[in-house]
Each structure stands twice: as structure tokens, then as C-alpha cells.
């Protein structure tokens, strides 16, 4: 990783689905760690996925010298990286319908997910998740928290 990328990870779970969840992300900028956690005391696994990318995404927007850098996404929900990076293109040409002509579920997050991913200049990655790679680790570790606090 060079000065100028920023790299982030992130990670959504949830104790039954639906059920108690958590998000967690961590922003590796400046030679520096910051992670950010939160949680819902009713919702999905995958609403917990993009809700931590979402919140990366926002912290990184918030902050004008962040914004412009190259960032690298590294998440281990196949469903957030193949949905940004594939899946979006039609559902939003087929009007917010799937192949088989269903509604796309968590659409109030995918609409946010690709504002805010058109403002940045993005590389996704898929991680093997519970690999031992240390901030997917860390992530896993603070989505746990935040689904035993909202339990």
C-alpha cells in the first residue's frame, strides 16, 4: 500500500436472519488504522454488508483529501462485491427487478452503495472471509460485538 491508497475492509453479520446484526469497517489511511462498528437490533446479514462499506464510504466522503485517492474495497460478501460491480448495471436498467423479474431486495442500500461509489475511484476485492487475514478478522470481531450488544 503506498501513502496515497486507502484501503478498506469490511464485514456484516447477523445472529439469525433476520435477527440481531452488526457492520464493522476499518480504513487503512495514512499509515494509520480507523475502525467503525454499529449494529441493529432487527435486520439481515446482507443489510449488514453494505451498511459497512456505506459507512466507509461516508467517513472517506467526509474527509476532502481522502475522497480523491485510489481506494481499495476488500470484503469477503461476495453479494456486495458482485452486486456493485455487476449485478447493478441491470437491475437498474430492468427498473429495480432481478433476472427472474423480482424486486431487488435492500434497494434503499444499493441506491446509496452506488451514489456514493460513483464519487470515488474504486477497486474491489473479494477476501476469504475467517482466513485468518487480520482487519477481515477485526471487522468479524467487531460485527460480533455489536450483535451481542443489540441482542
Known amino acids: 500500500m503506498n501513502e496515497n491508497?486507502?484501503?478498506?475492509y469490511t464485514d456484516g453479520g447477523c445472529s439469525g436472519n433476520p435477527g440481531p446484526g452488526g457492520w464493522a469497517n476499518v480504513i487503512?489511511?495514512?499509515?494509520?488504522?480507523?475502525?467503525q462498528s454499529?449494529?441493529?437490533?432487527?435486520?439481515?446479514?446482507?443489510?449488514?454488508?453494505?451498511?459497512?462499506?456505506?459507512q466507509a464510504f461516508?467517513?472517506?466522503?467526509?474527509k476532502p483529501e481522502w475522497?480523491?485517492?485510489?481506494?481499495?474495497v476488500c470484503?469477503?460478501?461476495q453479494y456486495v462485491k458482485n452486486g456493485i460491480t455487476q449485478w447493478i448495471k441491470n437491475w437498474k436498467k430492468n427498473n429495480w427487478r432481478t433476472a427472474s423479474r423480482q424486486p431487488v431486495k435492500n434497494q434503499?442500500?444499493?441506491?446509496?452503495?452506488?451514489?456514493?461509489?460513483?464519487?470515488?475511484?474504486?477497486?474491489?476485492?473479494?477476501?476469504?472471509?475467517?482466513?485468518?487475514?487480520?482487519?477481515?478478522e477485526l471487522?468479524?470481531?467487531?460485527?460480533?460485538e455489536q450483535i451481542k450488544k443489540h441482542s
Open 58 to 62: 461516508s467517513a472517506i466522503l467526509s
Open 108 to 136: 434503499d442500500l444499493w441506491t446509496k452503495l452506488d451514489e456514493l461509489s460513483g464519487q470515488l475511484n474504486l477497486q474491489w476485492n473479494w477476501v476469504k472471509g475467517h482466513a485468518g487475514i487480520k482487519y477481515n
Open 139 to 144: 471487522c468479524d470481531s467487531l460485527c460480533g
Open 5 to 8: 491508497e486507502i484501503v478498506i
Open 28 to 35: 487503512l489511511a495514512e499509515n494509520q488504522e480507523f475502525p
Open 38 to 54: 454499529g449494529g441493529e437490533s432487527l435486520t439481515t446479514n446482507n443489510r449488514m454488508e453494505l451498511t459497512a462499506v456505506i
Open 67 to 72: 475522497a480523491c485517492r485510489q481506494i481499495t
Open 75 to 77: 470484503t469477503d460478501s
